[in-house]
C-alpha cells in the first residue's frame, strides 16, 4: 500500500486476475486512512481525485503497477467531462460504477471515452432495463 505523506489518506490496489488466476491488472482503490480495509467514500469525485494524484503524479503508473493495466472508478461527472481523466490512456481501464445508468448521455460520453483509447469496464454489473445499454460500450465486465 503506498501511503500519502501530506494528506490522512492512501490508496490501495486490488489484484484483477484473469480465468486462469494470471494477475493481468490491478484496480485503484481510496482508502480514507493507512489502516483503513475498506472503502469510505463520500465524495466519489474527491476521492477519485486523490487516488489519481497519488498513482499518476506522486508514485507513478510505473513504479505502482509497472506495465499492467490499472482500472479506476470514475465518477458521473469525470465520464461527462473526459478532460478531467487520467493520463496514459493506453494503461487505464475507465471503470463505471455500478450506481450508473445507461442513459443516452452516458453511453455518448463513454464512446467519447474510447475513442480517446480507454478501454471500459463495467463493475458490479448486475443486468437491468436501465444499465443493458452500458454492455454496447464495455470491453470488460467485472463480476465477482
Not at 463513454?110 to 454492455?135: E, K, S
Request: hydrophobic share 45%; net charge negative; aromatic share 6%.
Amino acid at each position: 500500500m503506498t501511503t500519502a505523506t501530506a494528506f490522512n489518506y492512501c490508496i490501495a490496489l486490488q489484484p484483477i486476475c484473469d480465468g486462469t488466476m494470471t494477475h493481468v491488472a490491478d484496480e485503484l482503490l481510496y482508502r480514507a486512512h493507512g489502516k483503513a480495509t475498506a472503502a469510505d467514500v463520500h465524495d466519489h469525485q474527491t476521492a477519485t481525485a486523490r487516488v489519481c494524484n497519488i498513482a499518476f503524479y506522486e508514485t507513478g503508473l510505473a513504479n505502482l503497477v509497472g506495465t499492467r493495466k490499472i482500472l479506476v472508478n470514475i465518477p458521473e461527472e469525470w465520464i461527462l467531462d473526459p478532460k478531467l481523466l487520467p493520463p496514459a490512456p493506453e494503461q487505464i481501464v475507465i471503470e463505471v460504477l455500478e450506481t450508473l445508468a445507461g442513459t443516452p448521455e452516458i453511453i455518448s460520453a463513454l464512446q467519447r471515452i474510447r475513442a480517446l483509447g480507454y478501454r471500459i469496464a463495467l463493475d458490479d454489473f448486475v443486468p437491468a432495463p436501465d444499465n443493458n445499454p452500458l454492455l454496447d460500450v464495455a470491453d470488460i465486465v467485472k463480476i465477482d
